[in-house]
């Protein structure tokens, strides 16, 4: 069985004097192991980083979190690194199987070094710093897709000022490549923007969208022109 597993980066705030990165924005997560790899781009300091993943769920724009009802729904592993100065190490995210819509905030978050070697079983590595020096953490939001998927993306109000587009379906929505201004005067320009299932987007009239992706393969171009209420 496959699904679909798309990740957003969400920086946090930390500590100083160094950085985790990731490779890339986003991930598809096409099988139920996966590899990938995390840099640390201090040239000094080792960084010593925990992983600590929460169930989340979008109540109107509010993002809620809670402890995961199976531990063992969604891994990484190890939950605990060492990332040596300018350097990569791996790490895999293991996930079951599901039959609808999940959503995940997985933190990568800096401990002393104290705390991860009695967590390793290791007390005497002398070898790197406090990992009190992480500048930067991440947050990482995971989207996965149910194996059997329905795609029903609708138009349900139009007016001459604006429209409201609307996931009715199971999957994550994907809109690249928008550009459009709010009559505040800001403006986005090749945005790339998520709508969950039952989420809806307010857009103005005049909005261009690239692409509204749903899954790997329909792709559809929507422009003022073509705007009328029902699926696209």
């Known amino acids: 069985m496959k699904y679909v597993m798309y990740v957003i980066i969400i920086f946090l705030p930390c500590f100083s004097n160094a950085n985790i990165t990731l490779e890339n924005m986003y991930y598809d997560l096409s099988s139920s192991i996966e590899k990938y790899q995390i840099a640390n781009s201090d ?33 990484v592993s190890p939950q605990r690194l060492v990332i040596p100065p300018l350097a990569m190490v791996p790490f895999r995210v293991i996930r079951k199987p599901t039959d609808q819509f999940k959503l995940y905030r997985v933190y990568f978050t800096p401990v002393s070094a104290g705390d991860l070697n009695v967590a390793m079983g290791n007390s005497d590595d002398k070898t790197v710093k406090s990992g009190l020096n992480l500048r930067i953490g991440y947050g990482t939001i995971f989207f996965s897709n149910p194996d059997k998927q329905v795609f029903d993306t609708r138009v349900i109000q139009l007016s001459k000022e604006s429209f409201v587009l609307e996931n009715r379906g199971n999957s994550l929505v994907t809109l690249r490549r928008m550009s459009y201004c709010q009559q505040d005067g800001t403006c986005k320009d090749n945005a790339v923007e998520y709508l969950l299932p039952g989420q809806s987007k307010t857009l103005p009239r005049n909005s261009f969208v690239a692409d509204v992706l749903e899954g790997k393969s329909r792709t559809v171009q929507l422009f003022e022109a073509q705007l009328k209420v029902g699926k696209i």
Do not use: C, P, W
């Open 43 to 75: 040239k000094d300091s080792a960084i010593y980083v925990k992983v600590v993943i929460k169930e989340a769920s979008f109540h109107g724009d509010k993002l809620v979190e809670k402890a995961l009802d199976d531990e063992t729904e969604i891994l």
